[in-house]
């Protein structure tokens, strides 16, 4: 089991960025993928990008050419990158690990809330 420690989050206006960080405990290269997800009030989690071991990566249709997911295997840190945020990007975010591109493993972080303000 791996701890991951997200930061990054708060409020931003719409149209502007932010750049998430995932902390892993220990070495991320061992993880077959990681994600990012999220969760907006009352809605279910959901996929927002993914990043094979070696760079694949998958991203949810409302997020393509918007957000960038990538990986630092020395630092043992995930990072998504947001431009061009829109109000309905607001979701607490979290990071993933053990899983597919397309599905998550079991260990999570507690999550960096994001707000955007239209």
């Known amino acids: 089991q791996v701890q991951l420690v997200e930061s990054g989050g708060g409020l931003v206006q719409a149209g502007g960025s932010l750049t998430l960080s995932c902390a892993a405990s220990?070495?991320?290269?061992?993880?077959?993928?990681l994600g990012w997800y999220r969760q907006a009030p009352e809605k279910q989690r959901e996929l927002v990008a993914s990043?094979?071991?070696?760079?694949?990566?998958n991203y949810a249709n409302s997020v393509k050419g918007r957000f960038t997911i990538s990986r630092d295997n020395v630092e043992n840190t995930l990072y998504l990158h947001m431009n061009n945020l829109k109000p309905e990007d607001t979701a607490v975010y979290y990071c993933?690990?053990?899983?597919?591109?397309?599905?998550?493993?079991?260990?999570w972080g507690q999550g960096t809330p994001v707000t955007v303000s239209s």
């Open positions: 990043i094979h071991r070696y760079g694949g990566t």
């Open positions: 220990g070495a991320i290269f061992r993880f077959n993928a």
């Open positions: 993933n690990a053990g899983g597919t591109l397309s599905s998550n493993g079991n260990d």
